[in-house]
T-cell receptor, first 111, second 118 residues
């Protein structure tokens, strides 16, 4: 089983829709989680961190459920510019700050 | 702040040649640098972790003699793909970790290098 698994997608939604991405992780020692977005043929960029208490940043809400080893990302009022691949990323600690990436879920927001 | 550059952005080479990719942290000194590879429609796969002045730590399955990493300073790491073959064609991305902006260690990614081996 892969350490970080995501919805395979792709997701195609109309502008203004609410879309949710799910992610599960297998390493219970994982300390922190992040959502990155990656545009086509570009590098990943940090979207937001996810903590046990969850957090919100504008239209984006991230949640972490340690008991279920489950992470989610909710995007409200989706914009055309939200079209990208969303990567669920885990950090399991250690001196070298190693990240483990999920395969990513492609989102296309349509006009 | 926290800008990471990579050079070249894309390279096309003949099979059997070696290709060097540079990764630089432009406005900060990186604690650690990382090299990833991403094949089409796949996730980023960590190849190696690199600290300035010490040998890189390679992930399982990554040949250290084929993918040479040199970490000359706190702002520069290089990846050399030796005797490249078509199966090495991929998107190579580096990242540099730094505590500065976020108050905790965060990885900042370079724009990536597309390698095509003919």
């Amino acid at each position: 089983r892969k350490e970080v698994e995501q919805d395979p997608g792709p997701f195609n939604v109309p502008e203004g829709a609410t879309v949710a991405f799910n992610c599960t992780y297998s390493n219970s020692a994982s300390q922190s989680f992040f959502w990155y977005r990656q545009d086509c043929r570009k590098e990943p960029k940090l979207l937001m961190s996810v903590y046990s208490s969850g957090n919100e940043d504008g239209r984006f809400t991230a949640q972490l459920n340690r008991a279920s080893q489950y992470i989610s990302l909710l995007i409200r009022d989706s914009k055309l510019s939200d079209s990208a691949t969303y990567l669920c990323v885990g950090y399991s600690g250690g001196s070298n700050y190693k990240l483990t990436f999920g395969k990513g879920t492609l989102l296309t927001v349509n006009p | 702040g926290a800008v990471v550059s990579q050079h070249p952005s894309r390279v096309i080479c003949k099979s059997g040649t070696s290709v060097k990719i540079e990764c630089r942290s432009l406005d900060f000194q990186a604690t650690t640098m990382f090299w990833y590879r991403q094949f089409p429609k796949q996730s980023l796969m960590l190849m190696a972790t690199s600290n300035e002045g010490s040998k890189a730590t390679y992930e399982q399955g990554v040949e250290k003699d084929k993918f040479l990493i040199n970490h000359a300073s706190l702002t520069l790491s290089t990846l050399t793909v030796t005797s490249a073959h078509p199966e090495d064609s991929s998107f190579y991305i580096c990242s540099a970790s730094w505590e500065g902006l976020a108050g905790r260690e965060t990885q900042y990614f370079g724009p990536g290098t597309r390698l095509l081996v003919l």
